[in-house]
């Protein structure tokens, strides 16, 4: 099915128009028919067009009756409760869209925030973050040291101590890459000069690792400290 | 990868649904999508129309333009033509006006919204890249004890460089 994007708003072309309106006219009726059935209800629908003198209507002239008669029956506020006309459809639907946009930005705002801090974990600097960033950057980081912390603590439960030390004997054979500049220094460091250290390090991981994740590739290796590691050794600011 | 959000589109009988949770689902979907076609069938070709539901607990939707009233006074009384004198075509035509108005607003939100979609799964792309490259980017749950620590405590590090890194930031606004 070719489906062309459709702007909302009356179509002036007659013929094209003509067409539309066929097409989903008759759309309509399927949907209002197949709500009825799905959801074993009660339901009619009327269209008046210029193309027609009487309505179309589902189910019939006499079920529409029927519903209205339904209708009526209930009190003004049952009526009024779930009735809209275009207007206040429109505005529903705008309120609605809105929300998903803000949860949208939200959650992409998430994205990008990881992105920086993953960034600034290898060595590209903070320079040109402005503070709304910088904080993003440190909840961020608050909030996954946290989840590391949890994952950290169920796995030392499960792990039993000796496995612990083995892996990390393993770890103690790796090279610890060099260091990077130093935060401190307010002159911005521009990111290629990072860049290479990673791929200087490409080094396929060991057989015999503890570790193991199942990756194969070569990648650039994360350093790994000794066993009591000192973090200045490779933190890269 | 992460867990698909819903199963998408799946072929249904059209025969009433067994299950009473699934049909409430349904029908809250497809009354608000019904609503929806015949809004923009309004708008696209500029017909009056008129709906009516029942919910499955007998509580009443409708849907109509101008009014549901006037749809259903209209048809009750046979009348193959609404009303027509100048003072209601002035107010068709302030309705319309405002109708256009409203239209062109959804529109923009909608195209932002598909924007910001798009956007979304770009970065998303982007991430899925980098976790190919870099193991430290993998899901925590991925990564074993060691690297966790090392991991954590890179963070930790970062941490305290980015609330230096403001607070000098912070000094020299306040200097300035």
């Known amino acids: 099915m070719t489906r062309k994007k459709v702007t909302l708003a009356y179509i002036a072309n007659d013929a094209a128009r003509k067409a539309t309106f066929k097409k989903r006219k008759n759309g309509l009726m399927k949907k209002v028919s197949e709500l009825s059935t799905?959801?074993?209800?009660?339901?009619?629908?009327?269209?008046?067009?210029?193309?027609?003198?009487?309505?179309?209507?589902?189910?019939?002239?006499?079920?529409?009756?029927?519903?209205?008669?339904?209708?009526?029956?209930?009190?003004?506020?049952?009526?009024?409760?779930?009735?809209?006309?275009?207007?206040?459809?429109?505005?529903?639907?705008?309120?609605?869209?809105?929300?998903?946009?803000?949860?949208?930005?939200?959650?992409?705002?998430?994205?990008?925030?990881?992105?920086?801090?993953?960034?600034?974990?290898?060595?590209?600097?903070?320079?040109?973050l402005i503070i709304v960033d910088l904080n993003d950057l440190g909840w961020m980081l608050d909030k996954t040291g946290k989840e590391i912390e949890e994952r950290i603590k169920k796995l030392k439960k499960s792990t039993p101590s000796s496995e612990q030390a083995a892996s990390a004997e393993l770890q103690a054979d790796k090279a610890a890459p060099e260091n990077h500049a130093a935060l401190n220094d307010v002159v911005a460091v521009e990111a290629t000069q990072n860049q290479p250290w990673y791929m200087d390090l490409l080094k396929p991981r060991n057989e015999g690792d503890a570790l193991n994740l199942g990756r194969n590739d070569p990648m650039p290796s994360y350093p790994y400290g000794n066993p009591t590691p000192s973090w200045s050794d490779f933190y890269f600011p | 990868?992460?867990?698909?959000?819903?199963?998408?589109?799946?072929?249904?009988?059209?025969?009433?649904?067994?299950?009473?949770?699934?049909?409430?689902?349904?029908?809250?979907?497809?009354?608000?999508?019904?609503?929806?076609?015949?809004?923009?069938?309004?708008?696209?070709?500029?017909?009056?129309?008129?709906?009516?539901?029942?919910?499955?607990?007998?509580?009443?939707?409708?849907?109509?333009?101008?009014?549901?009233?006037?749809?259903?006074?209209?048809?009750?009384?046979?009348?193959?033509?609404?009303?027509?004198?100048?003072?209601?075509?002035?107010i068709e035509a302030h309705r319309n006006a405002n109708l256009r108005d409203l239209n062109g607003i959804l529109t923009q939100v909608l195209e932002e919204l598909e924007a910001e979609r798009k956007r979304g799964e770009a970065l998303d792309e982007m991430r899925r890249e980098s976790q190919r490259q870099c193991w430290w980017e993998a899901p925590i749950d991925e990564l074993g004890l060691c690297e966790l620590e090392q991991l954590g405590g890179s963070m930790e590090e970062l941490k305290k460089n980015v609330m230096r890194w403001i607070n000098e930031l912070m000094k020299s606004e306040n200097s300035s």
């Not at chain 1, 009756?65 to 505005?91: G, P, W």
């Not at chain 2, 992460?2 to 049909?23: D, T, V, W």
């Not at chain 2, 076609?37 to 029942?54: H, M, N, P, R, Y």
């Not at chain 2, 048809?75 to 004198?85: E, H, K, M, N, Y």
Request: net charge positive; proline share 5%; aromatic share 8%.
């Open chain 1, 38 to 128: 799905l959801c074993g209800i009660d339901a009619c629908a009327i269209v008046y067009s210029s193309y027609q003198a009487e309505p179309e209507v589902w189910p019939s002239t006499l079920g529409v009756h029927r519903a209205i008669a339904r209708f009526k029956n209930m009190s003004e506020m049952d009526q009024s409760k779930r009735m809209v006309n275009q207007q206040e459809f429109i505005r529903q639907r705008i309120v609605k869209a809105e929300e998903q946009l803000k949860k949208q930005l939200h959650e992409n705002r998430e994205r990008e925030i990881v992105q920086v801090m993953y960034r600034a974990l290898v060595g590209e600097g903070l320079q040109g």
């Open chain 2, 1 to 90: 990868m992460a867990k698909k959000p819903s199963l998408g589109r799946q072929k249904i009988a059209i025969s009433k649904i067994p299950k009473k949770n699934h049909l409430q689902v349904t029908f809250s979907k497809r009354r608000s999508g019904l609503f929806k076609k015949a809004s923009e069938l309004c708008t696209l070709c500029g017909v009056d129309i008129g709906i009516i539901v029942f919910s499955p607990a007998s509580k009443v939707f409708s849907f109509g333009h101008p009014e549901v009233e006037f749809i259903i006074e209209r048809f009750l009384a046979q009348d193959p033509a609404p009303p027509d004198s100048g003072e209601c075509r002035l």
